[in-house]
């Protein structure tokens, strides 16, 4: 692995007079297809890169625990056959450092080292009227100017840090999960304490309970989690899969959820019945089976178990009989048993002995949903007057998903307008992909896509091709700029809105709807119409000359270039 120096990346390229075709943000999963696809169709392309390596997510987030929750062998690229025929899956559910050395493999693979400046974080992106152009410029003061900018930010990159009063004043160690320290965290013999019992922490907080003296959990909304059964990768599996990888990525793209179709190591058979519909000892019998399969495969079942509170219910009481049967003491049983909520509209977090890990005896639930946490003293977290030392806090308080990371630097677009200024009411964008007054900006995995409910490598992958496609239709027709009109914007949320309000989501707060942080939801943040309609959507537009979209043709200027 050879990384390279910013002037190297940006030897000659992305001036004023020299700009280049595409400047991408970030280096993840999405950033990294799109600079290889904008390579392979003969335009220039750069990513910036906060980070000081490459594989966004699975580079930040190095807490214990932490590992993908839909199977290896579909959280990967689709657009190699030979990447996915070589790349040796090591477990059914790839864990960080995997995660993190098969993005690495990809930018070696691809030879798209040369092209990413890494430890550039983007300060602010503008779009400059008079050429057309968006200039970028990064914290350390570099500018490029690009013709189109394409936000490859993550959908879950930045991290919700709640400020609790006091917290300066703890005299411990504190820790976030997505910053977590890059030579890990010796917790032997400390007494810790976890806020927060989502995704993450239910992967952290059993590893966590094994290291600690002592685990202190503050749980403000009891998940509903069910047991991932990670194991290693069985060959004759891995070879299944290869083999019939074609007819998987079909099915994942117009069946499911991009990548929650396996079920007990095979294809799921796609339910299409109500769960009201067949008798209860059948609708048990396949609860069950998907339950033993492990993971995300609950979700692979009765449709309307999103969408109807009667078929929801069916499965929000077999999951809570699961949840108490697991746990020992009767009173602890019952915090962790979430009530209230829908089960399925939360993210279903997938465990491995998490609530197992509450029958120790070093480990101490805190119920936070009536009294919240007051303040963190100098020595611990202080809640309804009753202080918990410990020596350590970690923060496992999620993210400010889809659109906070495109909030968290200053892009502007026409006549000055700020981005966070246009998203003031809530994020609005058109078929996820652009925001009106915001001309060549394409956001990938972002607000208004489908990405939430959708394998994000996937749906990236076709968004990227999509953005192609619109730039070689634009070089084609001789056209300078692309963006969506303000009534197909409005169109677009008012679909985002309808088809999320026929859905159990709203019910929840959740990051899907944007109902975790103070002020933003709950909110049509994504496109829960289903992933072809979605397709459906972005090819109308497109195979009409990009309907919905004004087309641009050169400024004078630009023209005289
Ligand atoms: P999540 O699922 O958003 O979970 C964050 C947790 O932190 C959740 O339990 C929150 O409680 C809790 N939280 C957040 N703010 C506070 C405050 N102020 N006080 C107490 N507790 C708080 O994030 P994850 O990182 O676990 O997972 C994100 C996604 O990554 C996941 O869905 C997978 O797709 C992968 P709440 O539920 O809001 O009451």
């Not at 003969?42 to 966004?56: H, I, P």
């Not at 410029?137 to 936000?151: K, P, Q, W």
């Not at 067949?278 to 009765?302: C, F, H, P, Q, T």
């Not at 070093?362 to 020596?391: C, F, M, P, R, W």
């Amino acid at each position: 692995m050879q990384d390279y120096s910013f002037d190297d990346v940006m030897k000659g390229r992305g001036s004023k007079d020299a700009p280049l075709d595409t400047l991408i943000v970030g280096a993840g999963m999405a950033g990294l297809y799109a600079l290889y696809h904008m390579r392979e169709r003969g335009l220039s392309a750069v990513v910036w890169e906060a980070g000081d390596g490459v594989g966004g997510t699975w580079h930040w987030n190095r807490y214990p625990g932490c590992r993908v929750d839909i199977e290896s062998v579909e959280y990967c690229y689709s657009f190699s056959d030979e990447l996915q025929q070589e790349w040796e899956w090591t477990e059914r559910y790839a864990a960080q450092p995997e995660l993190l050395r098969y993005f690495n493999h990809v930018a070696d693979r691809f030879d798209l080292r040369p092209s990413i400046a890494l430890n550039t974080r983007v300060e602010s992106a503008i779009f400059d009227e008079a050429s057309g152009l968006w200039k970028v410029t990064s914290e350390n003061g570099d500018v490029a100017f690009a013709r189109f900018c394409i936000m490859a930010t993550g959908f879950l990159s930045a991290p919700n840090q709640p400020q609790f009063k006091g917290m300066e004043d703890f005299e411990g160690e504190q820790y976030h999960t997505a910053f977590w320290p890059r030579e890990g965290v010796d917790f032997s013999g400390k007494r810790v304490a976890i806020i927060g019992t989502g995704s993450t922490a239910v992967q952290a907080i059993p590893l966590l309970a094994q290291q600690a003296s002592h685990l202190t959990v503050f749980q403000r909304t009891p998940p509903f989690a069910v047991p991932l059964r990670n194991c290693e990768m069985p060959r004759e599996y891995l070879e299944k899969v290869r083999a019939e990888y074609p007819e998987w990525r079909r099915r994942e793209r117009e069946e499911s959820f991009g990548g929650w179709v396996a079920v007990n190591f095979e294809y799921a058979d796609l339910v299409t019945k109500s769960a009201l519909e067949v008798s209860e000892e059948e609708r048990l019998a396949l609860y069950e089976d998907r339950w033993k399969s492990g993971g995300l495969a609950m979700y692979n079942i009765y449709p309307d178990t999103v969408a109807d509170p009667e078929a929801n219910a069916t499965i929000t009481s077999f999951l809570q009989e699961k949840i108490r049967a697991r746990v020992d003491d009767p009173e602890i049983a019952e915090l962790l048993t979430p009530k209230g909520y829908p089960a399925l509209t939360k993210r279903l977090c997938c465990d491995t002995n998490y609530y197992e890990t509450y029958n120790r005896d070093n480990v101490t639930l805190v119920d936070i949903s009536q009294d919240a946490i007051d303040h963190i003293s100098k020595k611990g977290v202080v809640v309804a007057g009753k202080e918990y030392e410990v020596d350590a806090i970690v923060f496992a308080t999620g993210f400010d998903a889809l659109s906070g990371a495109l909030l968290r630097f200053d892009i502007r677009g026409r006549d000055g307008v700020q981005l966070k200024d246009h998203w003031s009411d809530g994020a609005r964008t058109a078929l996820g992909l652009m925001a009106s007054g915001f001309p060549n900006m394409f956001l990938l995995d972002g607000p208004g896509s489908p990405c939430p409910l959708f394998q994000p490598i996937l749906l990236s992958e076709d968004q990227v091709r999509w953005v192609g496609d619109c730039i070689s239709y634009l070089d084609g027709e001789g056209r300078s700029t692309i963006e969506p009109t303000s009534g197909f914007e409005d169109d677009w949320l008012d679909l985002c809105s309808t088809a999320l309000n026929a859905t159990l989501f709203p019910q929840a707060n959740s990051w899907y709807v944007g109902a975790n942080i103070e002020g933003k939801g709950p909110v049509g943040l994504a496109y829960f119409g289903g992933i072809n309609n979605y397709w459906d959507h972005c090819r109308t537009s497109a195979d009409n000359g990009y309907a919905g979209f004004t087309l641009g043709t050169k400024t004078a200027s630009a023209m005289a270039k």
